[in-house]
T-cell receptor, first 114, second 110 residues
Framework: GAVVSQHPSWVICKSGTSVKIECRSL??????MFWYRQFPKQSLMLMAT?????????EQGVEKDKFLINHASLTLSTLTVTSAHPEDSSFYIC??????????FGSGTRLTVV | RKEVEQDPGPFNVPEGATVAFNCTYS??????FFWYRQDCRKEPKLLMS???SGNEDGRFTAQLNRASQYISLLIRDSKLSDSATYLC???????????FGSGTRLSIRP
């Protein structure tokens, strides 16, 4: 079945640094990738939608300059949290949409900013 | 008003019980509907799609009511392993995005 690999699975970083999260579709081409954030005991909140080769579409309230999304190929999308602060600590999950596969989720990245 | 709304629960029911969740959505342009299951600290996993005619998968039954804009999930003969958070998901194909409900926590007790 369709597999999406997300790395790292967890990361701890210092406040002010940047963190890059990768999301790869291993056995299919993802026409669209989605990035979600989930705070404890809350549901997934869509942050942005990216299509290969074009700029990401950000949801209202999500700072595009803080959460940089690059979708350079049909199998890779990256989310970079720039100048991270403790309030950015969260569980970040990517989801890839393939033409035939529906939506497949990565395993998530738990980010802790100290 | 949230685009997709669910009762957060928690629902605490004994093993073997039948439990049902509802989910309402606000955008009539919604085209596809799903139920996902999420275990603690894990990614969501697709439980089942929801079709207009209603569909069943073992102990799980999903139904869609477009007129009232809600979907439901029924779990029969609940097992301890059914304990999880159940997420209602609505897809807007025109915008190519999916929106999650806040999730309903289910806890099955022995």
């Amino acid at each position: 079945g369709a597999v999406v690999s997300q790395h790292p699975s967890w990361v701890i970083c210092k406040s002010g640094t940047s963190v890059k999260i990768e999301c790869r579709s291993l056995d299919f081409q993802a026409t669209t990738m989605f990035w979600y954030r989930q705070f404890p005991k809350q549901s997934l909140m869509l942050m942005a939608t990216s299509n290969e080769g074009s700029k990401a579409t950000y949801e209202q309230g999500v700072e595009k300059d803080k959460f940089l999304i690059n979708h350079a190929s049909l199998t890779l999308s990256t989310l970079t949290v720039t100048s991270a602060h403790p309030e950015d600590s969260s569980f970040y999950i990517c989801s890839a949409e393939g033409q035939l596969n529906g939506y497949t989720f990565g395993s998530g990245t738990r980010l802790t900013v100290v | 008003r949230k685009e997709v709304e669910q009762d957060p629960g928690p629902f605490n029911v004994p093993e073997g019980a039948t439990v049902a969740f509802n989910c309402t959505y606000s955008n009539s342009a919604s085209q596809s509907f799903f139920w996902y299951r999420q275990d603690c600290r894990k990614e969501p996993k697709l439980l089942m799609s929801v079709y207009s005619s209603g569909n069943e998968d073992g102990r799980f039954t999903a139904q869609l009511n477009r007129a009232s804009q809600y979907i439901s999930l029924l779990i029969r003969d609940s097992k301890l392993s059914d304990s999880a958070t159940y997420l209602c998901v609505v897809e807007y194909s025109s915008a190519s995005k999916i929106i999650f409900g806040s999730g309903t926590r289910l806890s099955i007790r022995p």
